[in-house]
Structures are given as structure tokens and as C-alpha cells.
T-cell receptor
């Protein structure tokens, strides 16, 4: 039973296209996140939602738009893809209580050509 | 703002060697501290955590102690195995579950 699942695992697309990555968690957590991991493995928070409300929105181009239809889902839509968007994108979730760890999905490797 | 610093990798060890990966942090208040491990092609998995000063987190032979006086949370293992080869991330979480990750340290264990 996968706790945090992302689809697709791999995504190859051309510059200028629009694509979406889906994320679902079955842990009953209140908070969900999107992280971007670059080629040097550095992790950067992009967005955080708590009970479908946006609570963290780091400096990310507005081509990236998160959507949370319910607290178990947090999807990431990317418009007008650019070469620099190539990375691994991780979804994560956590309970709202302090000191609780993050639970990560297995990532979506996005390659923009 | 809060930050986490880790020793630069890669770290290459022989099997059964002793492992230390240094981690120091800067934070307001009293954060919780975590070590995560990322195996190739996978997401990050929680390895261990500590929530207050002098707490020791441990799991799978790995240990780390929350040292408030030195703002450190160094990861140690007495005898590494080839299967421990991965990227290790130190992280902190402050109020509001705002997580900050270090840059990661790649460990390679040779047979």
C-alpha cells in the first residue's frame, strides 16, 4: 500500500508544452508539499498546502500552479515548460502536529527537451 | 532564516568502516531534527529524528544526538554495509512544519 503516490514516474516533453503531475496520499495527513530536486540533489520547497489551503508559496515562476481538490490530493500543473524545469519533483505529506516527519513519494523525473 | 549545513560528499568508505556525516544548523526556537536517506531512484525516507536537546535518534544501526550547545546533529554508524550507499539529508522542522533540508551527502560503500 503506497502511502504517497505520484504519477507519472517519468515525464519527457518538449519546451512550451503544458504538463501535470498528480499526487495522492492515503495517510490521512493534513499537509502536503511539492519539492524540486535538482541534478546536484539539492531539495527546494515549492508549495505547501494545509487542508486544501496554500500556506507556503516560495519564489516559483507563476507557470507552476498547484491544485488541491481535497486534502488527500495535491497536483502540480506546469505551463510553458522550459529547459530549466528539468528536475525530479517530489510530493510529500505530514500531519499538522509539530515534530512529525515528512513522508515522500518516489518522485517524478521531468525532462524537458 | 533557518538553514542546515552538511559535510560535502561524496564520502567513500570500505565495508565495515565507521561513518560520520556532520550536520550543523541555524534556527530560531527549538526545531526538530531529522536524517533522511535517499536510495537511487527513490524518494526520501525518514532514517531517524530527535525532537529536543540531548535526544538520541537511532535506526538500522545509525545514530545521531541533538546537541543544542553546538547546534549539531551528526550521523554515525559503527560498521557500514554496501547497502548503505545512498544520499543522506539532514533536515530541521520549525513551527508550522516548515522543513529545511541540507544539501545532501552522497555515501558510497565499497565491498
Amino acid at each position: 500500500d503506497t502511502a504517497v503516490s505520484q504519477t507519472p514516474k517519468y515525464l519527457v516533453t518538449q519546451m512550451g508544452n503544458d504538463k501535470s503531475i498528480k499526487c495522492e496520499q492515503n495517510l490521512g495527513h493534513d499537509t502536503m508539499y511539492w519539492y524540486k530536486q535538482d541534478s546536484k540533489k539539492f531539495l527546494k520547497i515549492m508549495f505547501s498546502y494545509n487542508n486544501k489551503e496554500l500556506i507556503i508559496n516560495e519564489t516559483v515562476p507563476n507557470r507552476f500552479s498547484p491544485k488541491s481538490p481535497d486534502k488527500a490530493h495535491l497536483n502540480l500543473h506546469i505551463n510553458s515548460l522550459e529547459l530549466g524545469d528539468s528536475a525530479v519533483y517530489f510530493c510529500a505529506s505530514s500531519p499538522q502536529t509539530n515534530n512529525s516527519p515528512l513522508h515522500f513519494g518516489n518522485g517524478t523525473r521531468l525532462t524537458v527537451t | 532564516g533557518d538553514s542546515v549545513t552538511q559535510m560535502e560528499g561524496p564520502v567513500t568508505l570500505s565495508e565495515e568502516a565507521f561513518l560520520t556525516i556532520n550536520c550543523t544548523y541555524t534556527a530560531t526556537g527549538y526545531p526538530s531534527l531529522f536524517w533522511y536517506v535517499q536510495y537511487p531512484g527513490e524518494g526520501l525516507q525518514l532514517l531517524l529524528k530527535a525532537t529536543k536537546a540531548d535526544d538520541k535518534g537511532s535506526n538500522k544501526g545509525f545514530e545521531a544526538t541533538y546537541r543544542k550547545e553546538t547546534t549539531s546533529f551528526h550521523l554515525e554508524k559503527g560498521s557500514v554495509q554496501v547497502s548503505d550507499s545512498a544520499v543522506y539529508f539532514c533536515a530541521l522542522a520549525n513551527y508550522g512544519q516548515n522543513f529545511v533540508f541540507g544539501p545532501g551527502t552522497r555515501l558510497s560503500v565499497l565491498p
